[in-house]
């Protein structure tokens, strides 16, 4: 805080009877009145100088007060500054004002060193709107004070309790603008604790909901997996008991057919193929059922050994070869480089990709069907791709649902069980089947298989 050398005091005047407190006070009130302070900031710094000045009379005898306005760097403005010079030594150089509350009356309240004497300072900041204070103003200021008559110590407790009436009554509005925000929130409150209740009855009444549903899912969930079993059992059973009358009948059509036997018409020779193809076709139908019923119950255990693609590839080329019937068909299986091993059941490996093949082979017309394997890190990827119709984007997981067949491909036979079964001995197996496949642009189906095994 600075106070230039030239800034004259507003006012100055003594403190030495129980009178001059009133006056100090009144005085006080002028000042912050002449400066531009608030009402409410006139009563307060006009308070703590009494209750300060008080405190002087008593503990030291007096203090010589004085007015005067200085520009506060740290804040910014002007400020309304008063000093008590004590007449007395203060105990310890130090003060404490009996009420603890007039420190809060003003901006700053503190004993500090002034010319080479220890006086009591206060201060209040002049609001930003107030007329400036200019040297000019000052004067006039300075002038008018000077010139004003103090009012005596009757007066200045009138006006001190007028001033107390108006804080009663501002405190007593306060109380019923609070009364009535009391009442409101009490109100909300009631309002947010019948919410609260009728929410808790809700999310109750919804908890019970959601454990029926639960108790009725376990139940439902407990009589689809009887039923699984049920159809398992039920194709088991039933496969099993066609095998034998279905070989059978292949077996005496082609007994009839054999050259050793009564010699056929032609016509009786074409009828008796068609019993044995019909037989033929029962007999793969039942095999898969019956594989398919194997895999869903769990019975299929793989017999982990070290697979030699290369080999496994030479053996499908030989085998599936003979099925490529269509002279516009060409089936490719790539050869691998050494080494190409995995871990892995070669049974049931070389069924899934035979499969794959065959289902290939019956879907193209022209082209070719390729089986190629490549290794990444530690999985290998082995691929069927064919270059036939293609399957719809939508019907890709459809086409690996029992039983199911894209429509318009049933002209070539096929029961809809080979790809289920292949995708469930390849998830036996650790590894995953895929299908990326475009209408005109063919199919390509993809197993992914750990290199060590599941």
């Not at 009877?17 to 400066?35: H, K, N, P, S, T």
Request: glycine share 8%; aromatic share 4%; no cysteine.
């Amino acid at each position: 805080m600075t106070d230039p050398a030239d800034t004259l005091p507003l006012l100055q005047m003594a403190l030495r009877i129980e009178q001059d407190i009133f006056l100090v006070r009144q005085r006080g009130r002028e000042a912050a009145a002449a400066v531009g302070l608030e009402h409410q900031d006139q009563v307060r710094i006009a308070t703590a100088l009494s209750e300060v000045a008080r405190d002087l009379l008593h503990s030291v005898g007096g203090a010589d007060v004085t007015f005067s306005v200085v520009f506060d760097l740290a804040a910014g403005r002007s400020v309304l500054r008063v000093d008590l010079a004590p007449v007395g030594p203060l105990p310890d150089g130090r003060y404490e004002p009996q009420s603890g509350a007039v420190a809060r009356l003003v901006d700053m309240l503190a004993v500090v060193p002034a010319d080479g004497d220890t006086v009591v300072r206060m201060s209040r900041r002049v609001p930003a709107n107030a007329q400036a204070l200019t040297p000019v103003r000052l004067a006039e200021l300075r002038a008018e004070l000077s010139q004003s008559a103090p009012g005596s110590a009757l007066d200045e407790l009138a006006a001190q309790n007028e001033q107390l009436i108006a804080a009663l009554d501002e405190v007593r509005s306060q109380r019923d603008e609070l009364e009535v925000l009391n009442e409101e929130l009490q109100e909300t409150n009631r309002g947010v604790m019948a919410l609260y209740n009728q929410l808790t009855e809700e999310l109750e009444e919804t908890n019970r909901g959601v454990v029926a549903l639960y108790a009725e899912l376990d139940e439902k969930s407990a009589q689809l997996r009887t039923a699984s079993e049920s159809k398992s059992r039920f194709l088991a059973n039933v496969s099993h008991e066609l095998r034998a009358p279905v070989a059978a009948i292949i077996g005496l059509a082609r007994l009839l057919a054999d050259s050793a036997s009564d010699p056929l018409t032609v016509e009786q020779a074409r009828q008796v193929g068609l019993i044995r193809s019909s037989a033929s076709d029962l007999l793969t139908l039942v095999n898969e059922l019956l594989d398919l019923a194997k895999a869903e119950s769990g019975r299929i255990e793989p017999n982990w050994a070290d697979v030699d693609l290369r080999a496994l590839f030479g053996q499908l080329r030989g085998t599936v070869r003979a099925l490529a019937t269509r002279p516009g068909v060409n089936l490719v299986v790539e050869e691998l480089p050494r080494p190409a091993t995995i871990r892995s059941d070669e049974v049931l490996l070389a069924q899934v990709l035979r499969n794959l093949l065959h289902n290939g082979l019956k879907f193209t017309e022209r082209g070719e069907v390729r089986l190629r394997a490549d290794r990444h890190e530690d999985r290998w990827s082995l691929s069927v791709s064919d270059t036939g119709v293609g399957i719809p984007p939508e019907l890709h997981e459809r086409i690996f649902e029992e039983f199911y067949q894209v429509p318009g491909a049933t002209r070539v036979g096929g029961t809809g069980l080979g790809l289920p079964y292949a995708r469930r001995l390849v998830k036996l197996l650790g590894g995953t089947l895929e299908l990326s496949s475009e209408p005109g642009r063919g199919s390509t189906f993809k197993v992914s298989l750990p290199v060590g095994g599941a």
